[in-house]
Each structure stands twice: as C-alpha cells, then as structure tokens.
C-alpha cells in the first residue's frame, strides 16, 4: 500500500477494532479525530487534535498498534505527525518507565483547571487539588480523591501536573496509574533493573498516581508502593492519589497502605447538578467550537445525562459528529433524531410525565421534600436531618428503579452495597414502628409515581 488513500478501508477496520477495544465514549473523545498523515508500507503516522498527539500516543498509542498489527502485519509501528519522540512505540517504552532519563511529564492540554467546571459536589476537590498545585508538598499531603469513574478524578491530576509545568518548570512531577505502576515493577523485576524503577518515582517533587483501586491484591506492587509513599512522604514531597471509593473501603489492600491514604485529606467528587452539567456543556461547545443552534439542546442533554461527565461530553460530542457528518446544524428537532435516546421534556422538569424514573428525579424529589440539597443528600453528613432522607431516597432507589445495588450506592456519594442495604433495612424498621414515617415515604412515593400513574390509567 504506497499511498495513504489506498488505506482507507483498512483504515477503516482498525477504527472498528480501537472503537470496541477502548468504548464508546473514549474512542470519540479521544481517537476518532486520528487522520492519517502518510504510510509507507511500514509505518503508520497518525495526527489528531492540535496538542494532543503526545498524550494520545502515551495513553493509547499500544492499543492503536495492536489493532493496526492485525489489519496490515506485524511490522508496522505507529507514530504521531506531532509527536516529537517519534513513534508510539517509543512513547510507551517512556511511560513504562523504561527510560530513567526521561524527566519531562506529558499531561493531556485539555485537563487544566481552567477547563474544570466547578460545582457543589467538586469544589472542594478543586480547591484542595489547587491548593497542591500551588503549594506542593507543603499545605495538604497526601491528597486523596474518590469519586466513581468519569467526575473528573484524573482531570484533576492532569491539572495539577499542567499548572506546575507552566509556573513551576523546574519542578518535578511523575503522573502514573496503578496499572502502569505494578506493569513497571514488574518490568524492572524481570529486568534486573529496581533500582532504576524506585529512581523514576522516589526522585521527584511529585508524585500522581490514578486508581490505586487497582493495587489491590498484588502482594510485591502494595509493599512497592508502600516504600515509594513513605520515600517520598517522609522527605516532604507531594503525593495525590485517585480511587473509586473511600480508603477505609479497599479491603483488599494491606491495612498500613489504606492508613497511609487516609494520613491527608481526603475529597470526594460527586455527580455533578443540572447546573453543573450545563455549565460543563457550555464550557466544552465552546472549547472545541461546537455550534448549537438552539439552545434547548444543551438543556435536553443535561437533563437526561445524568450519571457522569464523560457521559455528559461525550452525547455532546456524538450530537456534533453526526452534525458534521450530515452537515446540519444542532437543533432540538435533530438532537431528538441524532440522539433518540433522549427524551423530549420540558427545561424545568428532570424527565417526561410517564417516564422511567432514575435516581437523579428521586434525589431531587427527596431533597425537595426535606428542604435539603442534593450535594447534603450524597454527603458524608450523618446527622439525622440528613440520615434519614437519604435512606428513603436509597430505599425508593432500590423499589422504584431497576438500578442495581452497585450503582445506588455510587449515586449515594460512593457508598457500597452493603450500605444499600442497611439503609433499606433502616427504613422498613422505621416504617413499621412509626405511623408517621410510614405516611412520609408513601407520600415521597405517590409523588414519583403519579406521573406515571396518569399516563397509564
């Protein structure tokens, strides 16, 4: 194939195999901007979004020439039109830590704290991960942050490392996932090269480490790790971590490791309002120039995207794809078309009368009836005026949806299923000895439900 034209359904191909191997939303977020810039029959140079190659080439550049060794043989390598270390071959080897000399991070230019919409379920996140960026080391440490996946727990990493590279050039600072981490130990181990592995993450300012969730049950990694905090801690050097779910929760990681995560503050981000999610959309329309000509679309969207806000960019971008494509411009009547999955309704009411209800509208039914906020409802609050609302909106979570007890308890503010539970066993206790919280939860139910009711009478 001497041209890059003549490649065009190969192309093709492995675009299908990168959109199954990383998801839906990643691809078109991240992936589905590749062009290809040349090929000789040897290697594949790709170029996608200004700024972003290197990054792309780091996180992704295995996965791109896994899939481009299948389609066109196992010679080919990858590389990137604006990636200055030249192929993604290379990149990796860097991010596997492979090459101690390699001092300068690279950070996705998209992550910066400039672009993080702020809300009441991340300010203080924000706030504590600005406070590192600008003081590392030195006012909070460790700093720990969970959130289930796709609230911006790496967004604030990536931000981190972008505001020191930009005011703090001569500061040091290694970004690495959990994964990434164990798969470098286990490199070096089989290398004979520790010593140059515990050079490349005790031998900087700061230390970034996203889903330690993921250390989990790796007996040699955990003990690893373990000397690396404390190398570093005890030095005075900063160290943010990223998990899924509250330190105390890691049962499967040693005691001393879980102390050490919960030895600093610990923050937690949780699904973002309506207004938060509007904003978000705003923000991200804006930043990568997409036209909206009506504005009820962007009220639609963040009125039926509710869970995360990789979900919430990623309708977005999906909406302005199929725009493209079709060359027509973004008005409701086409968001309805484009996106059939999100239903028509009207911009004050969290979904359609008769529509399935979510957790989202009893959340907000809940806190309406109590005079409370949704961001108190998802808390760590364990005062009674919060308590017990928060165990009927669980409780009529578990009945009224089909919502498994994992993802309740993720919408709770990360709680697991064992908190579910109690909190359905609380209520049924409640309801039995107290006339009175009986008639509360049936009134929370019949609102919910009379929507739905109506229609089908």
Known sequence: ?????????????????????????????????????????????????????????????????????????????????????????????????????????????????????????????????????????????????????????????????????????????????????TNGFIAALNGRALDRFKHIYRDVDVLLVDDVQFLASKVKTEEEFFHTFNALYDSGRQLVLTCDRLPAQLTAIEQRLRQRFESGLVEQLRPPDRTTRLAILRKRAALDGIQIAEHAVLELIAQRVTDNVRSLEGTLQRLAARSSLTASPITLEFALSAL????????????????????????????????????????????ASVAWPRQLAIHLSRELTDTSLQRIGEAFGGRNHATVLHACRRVQERITASPEDAAELEQLRATLTANSDDRHS
């Open 1 to 181: 194939m001497p041209g890059h034209l003549e490649l065009t359904p190969a192309w093709q191909d492995i675009t299908s195999q990168l959109r199954r191997a990383v998801g839906e939303s990643t691809y078109d977020a991240w992936l589905k901007p590749l062009q290809i810039k040349d090929w000789d029959g040897r290697v594949l140079v790709l170029q996608g979004k200004p700024g972003t190659d290197s990054w792309v080439a780091d996180r992704f550049g295995r996965v791109l020439e896994r899939c481009a060794r299948q389609r066109l043989g196992n010679g080919v390598t990858v590389a990137f039109a604006g990636d200055a270390a030249g192929s993604a071959h290379r990149a990796l080897d860097e991010s596997a830590h492979l090459h101690p000399e390699h001092r300068t991070e690279r950070f996705n230019p998209r992550y910066t704290f400039d672009q993080f919409i702020i809300g009441d379920g991340n300010r203080m996140a924000h706030a504590a991960a600005l406070a590192v960026a600008e003081a590392p080391g030195q006012t909070i440490n460790p700093l720990f942050l969970h959130a289930p996946p796709g609230l911006g727990k790496t967004h604030l990493l990536h931000a981190i490392g972008n505001y020191i590279a930009s005011f703090e050039p001569g500061t040091t600072v290694r970004y690495a996932t959990a994964e990434a981490f």
């Open 340 to 383: 059939p999955q999100l239903t028509l309704q009207s911009p004050d009411a969290e979904a359609p009368p008769g529509s399935p209800l979510t957790i989202a509208r009893i959340q907000e039914a809940v806190a309406a009836a109590f005079n409370i906020s949704t961001a108190l409802l998802t808390s760590d609050s364990r005062a």
